[in-house]
Nanobody, 116 residues
Framework: QVQLEESGGGLVPSGGSLRLSCAAGAYINNIYAMGWYRQAPGKQRELVADIGRGGITNYSDSVKGRFTISRNNAKSVAFLQMNNLKPEDTAVYYC??????????WGQGTQVTVSS
């Protein structure tokens, strides 16, 4: 329902950093939460982090202390700052928006590759 575009992925060495962006096509005033998921080859998609109304955040244990999610509500943009990247972080990262009505929209993903 909501068009999303992720950007900021790339190839980085272990220990490096990337900043992912997720932009909605237009201002959305009924967003319940925005989040980031990732999917490695041959593996199920998993939650990385999300942020709800009021700025409440939730992180996967595997990224706590390394990743930070933030959101600019006025611009309907979410960010994922990824520091101290590890090879196991390699995956396609997807942005998800959940509307107040409970409908989810997904971006097409951005590739993050972390070399050893």
């Amino acid at each position: 329902q909501v068009q999303l575009e992720e950007s900021g992925g790339g190839l980085v060495p272990s220990g490096g950093s990337l900043r992912l962006s997720c932009a909605a096509g237009a201002y959305i005033n009924n967003i319940y939460a925005m989040g980031w998921y990732r999917q490695a080859p041959g593996k199920q998609r998993e939650l990385v982090a999300d942020i709800g109304r009021g700025g409440i955040t939730n992180y996967s244990d595997s990224v706590k202390g390394r990743f930070t999610i933030s959101r600019n509500n006025a611009k309907s943009v979410a960010f994922l700052q990824m520091n101290n990247l590890k090879p196991e972080d390699t995956a396609v990262y997807y942005c998800r928006v959940r509307l107040v009505a409970g409908v989810d929209s997904w971006g097409q993903g951005t590739q993050v590759t972390v070399s050893s």
